[in-house]
């Protein structure tokens, strides 16, 4: 109880407006709700690589068709809208990243920026390596 | 641009909520003509005047200072005061109060929660020692006053209660604009009270309630940017867990 008393003589009967689908009021906690949801599909791709490495344990067989079972319509469905989310959870990341950081003297813009130039670049080499290595 | 000073009429739509005769609130529509100038709270005001007197709303100083004029505006936070009518038209305002706050009548909130949290961060400086006056003035250098201006510059107007979710699912949360404040002293060089703030911020309802949404600092109308305020104090929290702040001399007073 507030030790702080309201002047209104009626303040014991207030109203209180309920929660009930709060994130679907504004767009930005859609956004919000997207951003924090797009977290599960991304532990859902880690675990897809994680049943890869415990086939590969396995030997060449488990492991083959480990990777025949990713070619199935589904699993290619799965990983577009699972790369769509990841490439969504980077941005938001960075892009709250300022947030996070103690006070800079520099445009936050330019924290967010950076760090999406970062992810780019890294990504960019990641393919090239793979590109340049596969058979 | 010369301001038009022509009458236009703008439809705004109330909530009301009379405690002695409603047992939940409805809305309650008005055509109030407008000119340019017109800010939200001169639309109420208008209202009050020459259509409903029962009509009821906080306000002072009507030039985004005081606080006290804060609505929700088709679901955004705003000071209503500093929000003009000439924005929405030719689209009708759909005005209520601040989200998470109990409604005690029509667009007035019950404010004590906050005041409660307020009075929990200890919003004044916290010294080691009383300074004597012959020694003279505090002085702080601009850098030292950078560290906490902005936040400094919080009206308490509870914007960012209403646009934080956190808060609205639990209400035990500290919020936005008492832990920027007890940044703001944490953050000021003639403050040394860390140690005696700390159960408030190290507290599951303290900075580690927040999930960073971040709809605090976008409806702020003073560019407080209560959730940087709060993120960067997740680090200092987690260093002052591990013991590393006392280590670094900035545990402050025990
Ligand atoms: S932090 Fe900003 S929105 Fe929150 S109470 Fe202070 S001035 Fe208002
Ligand atoms: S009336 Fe004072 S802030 Fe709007």
């Known amino acids: ?135 | 641009m010369p301001i038009d000073t022509t009458t236009r009429t703008i439809e705004i739509e109330c909530l009301r909520y009379d405690p002695q005769t409603d047992t939940e609130p409805h809305f309650s529509s008005y055509q109030v003509p407008f000119s340019d100038d017109m800010s939200v709270l001169e639309g109420l005001q208008y209202i009050k005047d020459q259509l409903d007197g029962s009509l009821t709303f906080r306000w002072s100083c009507r030039m985004a200072i005081c606080g006290s004029c804060g609505q929700e505006v088709n679901g955004v936070p705003v000071l209503s005061c500093h929000t003009f009518l000439r924005d929405y038209f030719p689209h009708k305002l759909r005005i209520e109060p601040l989200n998470n706050f109990p409604i005690i009548r029509d667009l007035v909130i019950d404010q004590n929660d906050f005041l409660d949290k307020l009075e929990s961060v200890k919003p004044y400086l916290v010294t080691k020692l009383e300074k004597p006056l012959a020694a003279g003035p505090h002085l702080q250098t601009p850098q030292q006053l950078n560290r906490y201006y902005a936040y400094s510059q919080c009206i308490n107007c509870l914007l960012c209660y209403a646009a934080c979710p956190q808060y609205g699912l639990n209400s035990d949360f500290t919020g936005p604009a008492a832990l920027a404040l007890l940044h703001r002293y944490n953050a000021d060089s003639r403050d040394q009270g860390w140690q005696v703030r700390a159960e408030v911020i190290n507290a599951d309802a303290g900075v580690w309630g927040c999930t960073l949404v971040g709809y605090c600092s976008e409806v702020c109308p003073k560019a407080v940017d209560p959730a940087h305020a709060i993120n960067q104090n997740k680090v200092n929290s987690a260093m002052d867990f591990f013991g590393v702040l006392k280590l670094m001399n900035k545990g402050g007073t025990e």
């Open chain 1, 1 to 135: 109880m507030s030790r702080y008393r309201s002047t209104a003589k009626t303040a014991a009967r207030t109203y209180m407006q309920p929660m009930a689908g709060w994130w679907t009021k504004n767009p930005y906690f859609v956004r919000y709700m997207v951003r924090e949801g797009s977290a599960l599909l991304l532990t859902a791709y880690a675990l897809v690589l994680l049943v890869g490495l415990w086939r590969l344990s396995q030997g060449a067989a488990a492991f083959d068709a480990w990777r025949a079972a990713l070619a199935s319509p589904l699993s290619v469905v799965f990983h577009a809208v699972g790369l769509v989310m990841v490439v969504y959870h980077s941005y938001t990341w960075f892009d709250v990243m300022p947030k996070t950081a103690p006070d800079q003297p520099i445009d936050p813009k330019l924290i967010t920026g950076g760090g999406i130039a970062a992810a780019v670049a890294v990504s960019v080499l990641i393919l090239a390596a793979l590109l340049w290595g596969a058979p």
